[in-house]
């Protein structure tokens, strides 16, 4: 199965501008507890370098671009989050890095959950083990 799961939000923009929507249970598959959101990130400093236990995330560049790395442990594969509409799942158990922000990036993120640091496998060993 493939490592890369987009989410597609539609475009209800008119003559005034873009407009999306994410809503749990419709076009977002879990329910949003958390949003954060990441900005002038440095383009040479990555960022993530972990795995979640539980969590599930769906991660959108508003403005920008980042290219994610995703490492099921098995497999990686490298994309580009490039689109305001077009969102990347990050499951649990995936371990993930963020490098190449472009300096104008803003990053969105929503969570299946609250911040809990006992969720983050920051460790790759750690996560090879997990698996
Ligand atoms: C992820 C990737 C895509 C909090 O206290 N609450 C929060 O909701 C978050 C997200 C972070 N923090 C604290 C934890 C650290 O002390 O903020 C600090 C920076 O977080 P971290 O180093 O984990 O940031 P990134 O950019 O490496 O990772 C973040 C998310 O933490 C993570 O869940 O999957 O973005």
Known sequence: MSLIKW????NLGDHRGSLMVAESAKNVPFEVKRIYYILDAKPDVPRG????KSLIQLAFCLKGSCKML?????E???V???QPNKGLIIPPLVW???????????MLVLA??????SDYIRD???FVKAL
Do not use: R, T, W
């Not at 995703?70 to 098995?74: A, Q, R």
């Not at 993930?96 to 803003?106: I, L």
């Open 96 to 106: 993930h890095e963020m490098h190449d922000f472009s300096e104008d990036c803003v």
């Open 124 to 126: 790759y060993d750690d």
């Open 7 to 10: 989410v597609e939000l539609p």
């Open 112 to 117: 299946s959950d609250c911040y809990d640091e």
């Open 49 to 52: 370098f972990h795995a979640h």
């Open 76 to 78: 990686k594969q490298e």
């Open 70 to 74: 995703m490492d099921n442990g098995v």
């Open 80 to 82: 580009y989050i490039n």
